[in-house]
């Protein structure tokens, strides 16, 4: 398990891998994103090796979500409005299998 907290600005701000990526991993690791109770909401993204950003949904302060890393090339995320900026604690985790 490894954990680092990103500071999300009004801009794409990247939470786990990066525009320049151009191969997925394959593995069973989860990235957990707990947004900060006094952040903003955010939008959030994905991006996998063949396809530009994708919508993902909003993630509201103090929500917690988990992406499966698995063919993703890029996870990210940017503030609903143009002013605030929120932390967000992202957690990596590989579950073992028995």
Known sequence: MYSYDVKVLPKNTSLWGGVGIE???????LLICRND?????????????DDGAVPFG????????IFRLNEVTLIGAKTT???SDSMVRCTIVCPQSN
């Open 23 to 29: 191969k997925a991993i394959s593995s069973n690791s």
């Open 37 to 49: 109770e006094l952040g903003v909401s955010l939008k959030l993204f994905t991006k996998n090796q």
């Open 58 to 65: 909003t993630l509201a302060p103090g929500e917690t979500y």
């Open 81 to 83: 409005d143009d002013v």
